[in-house]
């Protein structure tokens, strides 16, 4: 049997293809561009005649950043905040999604604690609390500041609650036939059928930690411990030349900001953009994990 189409189902799909193209266009040329001047030369570059593919090709604006240690030292910064912050948002948000995913009779104040994080959604105690917070504490200029704000992702609680009231009954009862606790039934049971979920938040706590720039420019009381995105917001500053050697300037010559903070922004965005395809296929792996079979 063959299928026709009518004339409205087509037109859907053309404008359906097109709009989505035009969509998928309008995100991806800037991210061209940006490239595009990165790789340009600097007269090129600085005379704006760069659009999407770049004029003058030259990697000196990759090599003078690679080569620039304070942009090395954000990177490293921010890397250590994606471990650090990614593992206490995850081990939180499993340890407070367990128990609040269950039913009333099981965990009488369920509803009770649910409301306090979901009003913490809603509400928050601004910014000069928070400072004062931080100060008093004494992770004031640290990592610590970093992480600790917001080891606690309330909608990835929410989230990861929702998935474990989905997950069948019958199986946590089955577990507890056996003998089984709630550190076995939470590690050997909830924990592999929720996988997806799992990359799903991880994916968020990475995003999050990773972009997040304005704690830092709050929080750290010196240049040398920004993250690498509060590093890049400095970089519109103009560079005093009085301090450098004979070879920084000569480096200096062959690029100019605009392909500077380019290749910044490129560099900045591979590691969230490398890490897409292994969470793509971890959520097909975890899919399959997660599935009831007969």
Not at 46 to 71: D, M, R, T
Not at 110 to 132: D, E, K, Q
Request: proline share 5%; with cysteine; net charge positive.
């Amino acid at each position: 049997m063959v299928y026709k189409m009518s004339w409205g189902r087509r037109a859907f799909v053309i404008f359906n293809y097109s709009f989505l193209t035009v969509l998928s266009l309008i995100c991806v040329i800037p991210l061209l561009h940006t490239a595009a001047i990165s790789l340009s030369s600097a007269s090129a570059a600085a005379s704006g005649a760069v659009k999407v593919l770049p004029i003058g090709f030259s990697w000196s604006a990759y090599q003078y950043v690679l080569n620039k240690v304070e942009f090395l030292r954000a990177f490293g910064v921010s890397v250590e905040r994606v471990f650090l912050g990614v593992l206490i948002n995850t081990i939180l948000t499993v340890l407070l999604a367990y128990p609040l995913s269950k039913e009333q009779q099981n965990f009488r104040r369920r509803t009770f604690y649910v409301w306090i994080f979901v009003v913490t959604m809603l509400f928050s105690g601004g910014l000069i609390p928070t400072y004062v917070t931080i100060k008093t504490t004494g992770v004031m200029d640290s990592i610590w500041a970093l992480v600790l704000p917001g080891a606690v992702p309330v909608f990835n609680v929410v989230m990861l609650l929702n998935f474990f009231r989905g997950l069948p009954k019958e199986l946590e009862e089955s577990a507890k036939i056996d003998g089984a606790g709630h550190w076995v039934t939470l590690l050997k049971i909830y924990m592999p059928l929720s996988m997806p979920a799992l990359a799903t938040i991880t994916l968020f706590a990475t995003v999050g930690h990773w972009n997040s720039w304005f704690d830092g420019i709050i929080y750290m009381n010196r240049p040398e411990h920004y993250p690498l995105q509060s590093f890049l917001q400095t970089v519109v500053i103009p560079q005093d030349f009085r301090n450098l050697t004979a070879e920084q300037v000569n480096a200096i010559s062959r690029v100019s900001n605009r392909t500077v903070n380019a290749a910044q922004i490129i560099i900045s965005m591979l590691p969230i953009v490398l890490l897409y395809p292994f969470l793509q296929k971890f959520f097909m792996k975890g899919i399959t994990l997660g599935s009831v079979k007969e």
